[in-house]
């Protein structure tokens, strides 16, 4: 055991041994509760603003090309504590198996072994954190505010200007009911189909009207 220590610890592994306790430490706080999953994440995509500006200046195919090798990688499309965790761990493995095949045991050894593993570990990483891509895109478009104004929708509760009623909404697939009331003087029945104009309160009761399609 100490001969293992002693050997993921020598110079030529110094560094891939420190990129994966940096992960290990950073979950084991977030299991104990010291911190929160969002501790240390970050947003790496450049604002799509700021492309606009540096092509202005001629610098945008940089930016652009930069953004993309980013999704390629899936950075960003995932927490990236999550994305360095299967980064690491791979890239940790290559490493001290190398430098054990070759029998390197220097900083400056190790280190020439440690960037084309960090290499093929951005492939690796970028395979192993596929399943959750889509995942967190789905967690993403729950957690994000649905846009209701102008959308239609069914009613399934009559509702007028002085009583209040419900209607369905069709969004993206999934099915939401919204609280809905009419103009003076306007009222819908079960069945009608309805737009919604603007949200009317905290409660989240929204303002609709009668909507006749064109065909």
Request: net charge negative.
């Given at each position: 055991?100490?001969?293992?220590?002693?050997?993921?610890?020598?110079?030529?592994?110094?560094?891939p041994t420190a990129l994966l306790l940096f992960v290990v430490l950073y979950w084991i706080i977030v299991i104990l509760g010291v911190v929160?999953?969002?501790?240390?994440?970050?947003?790496?995509?450049?604002?799509?603003?700021?492309?606009?500006?540096?092509?202005?200046?001629?610098?945008?195919?940089?930016?652009?090309?930069?953004?993309?090798?980013?999704?390629?990688?899936?950075?960003?499309?995932?927490?990236?504590?999550?994305?360095?965790?299967?980064?690491?761990?791979?890239?940790?493995?290559?490493?001290?198996?190398i430098n054990a095949l070759l029998g390197f045991e220097s900083f400056l050894a190790g280190l020439i072994v440690f960037l084309p593993s960090?290499?093929?570990?951005?492939?690796?990483?970028?395979i192993l954190t596929w399943p959750f891509v889509k995942v967190f895109e789905k967690l993403d478009e729950d957690e994000k505010p649905k846009?209701?104004?102008?959308?239609?929708?069914?009613?399934?509760?009559?509702?007028?200007?002085?009583?209040?009623?419900?209607?369905?909404?069709?969004?993206?697939?999934?099915?939401?009911?919204?609280?809905?009331?009419?103009?003076?003087?306007?009222?819908?029945?079960?069945?009608?189909?309805?737009?919604?104009?603007?949200?009317?309160?905290?409660?989240?009761?929204?303002?609709?009207?009668?909507?006749?399609?064109?065909?």
């Amino acid at each position: 055991m100490n001969d293992f220590l002693n050997y993921i610890f020598n110079g030529a592994n110094a560094v891939p041994t420190a990129l994966l306790l940096f992960v290990v430490l950073y979950w084991i706080i977030v299991i104990l509760g010291v911190v929160g999953t969002d501790f240390l994440d970050f947003d790496l995509e450049v604002d799509a603003e700021v492309d606009a500006d540096v092509e202005i200046e001629g610098e945008g195919l940089e930016v652009s090309w930069f953004n993309n090798v980013l999704q390629f990688f899936n950075l960003g499309k995932i927490p990236f504590m999550v994305w360095l965790s299967f980064l690491a761990l791979p890239v940790w493995f290559i490493t001290i198996n190398i430098n054990a095949l070759l029998g390197f045991e220097s900083f400056l050894a190790g280190l020439i072994v440690f960037l084309p593993s960090l290499f093929g570990g951005l492939f690796l990483a970028k395979i192993l954190t596929w399943p959750f891509v889509k995942v967190f895109e789905k967690l993403d478009e729950d957690e994000k505010p649905k846009e209701i104004i102008g959308r239609t929708g069914i009613v399934t509760s009559a509702a007028s200007d002085k009583s209040r009623g419900m209607a369905e909404i069709n969004y993206s697939g999934t099915f939401l009911r919204m609280m809905i009331r009419c103009h003076e003087g306007q009222n819908v029945k079960k069945g009608d189909e309805v737009l919604f104009i603007r949200k009317l309160n905290t409660q989240g009761e929204y303002l609709v009207e009668p909507y006749t399609s064109i065909d």
